[in-house]
Nanobody, 115 residues
Framework: QVQLVESGGGLVQPGGSLRLSCVIS????????MGWFRQPPGKQRVLVAR???????IYQDSVKGRFTISRDNAKNTVYLAMNNLKAEDTAVYYC?????????WGQGTQVTVSA
């Protein structure tokens, strides 16, 4: 059974930074494209960033230049470094595979950007 455990969220002021982690168990992540998704209050969950098996990355336009997705296959962990955070980044953040049917979603980690 695949389990996804996200952590690292919190309350941060505009312009601040956070680093999210997602520890995955039950699979070897080096076999998968992995992504970070977010769900703002009252809205649908959307892809924020994706990293391929060969570490090529894509980003939602609104986070380009501010967010960086990375992976550590040895630790079966995916990261999302977020800088210059804005109020509109407020959401619950989740990780999951990007290509193919998603695994069961984890609990996510709340990111709140507010002064």
């Amino acid at each position: 059974q695949v389990q996804l455990v996200e952590s690292g969220g919190g309350l941060v002021q505009p312009g601040g930074s956070l680093r999210l982690s997602c520890v995955i168990s039950g699979i070897r992540i080096n076999d998968y494209y992995m992504g970070w998704f977010r769900q703002p209050p009252g809205k649908q969950r959307v892809l924020v960033a994706r990293i391929s098996r060969t570490n090529s990355t894509i980003y939602q336009d609104s986070v380009k230049g501010r967010f960086t997705i990375s992976r550590d296959n040895a630790k079966n962990t995916v990261y999302l470094a977020m800088n210059n955070l804005k109020a509109e980044d407020t959401a619950v953040y989740y990780c999951n595979r990007h290509v193919g049917a998603p695994f069961d979603w984890g609990q996510g980690t709340q990111v709140t950007v507010s002064a």
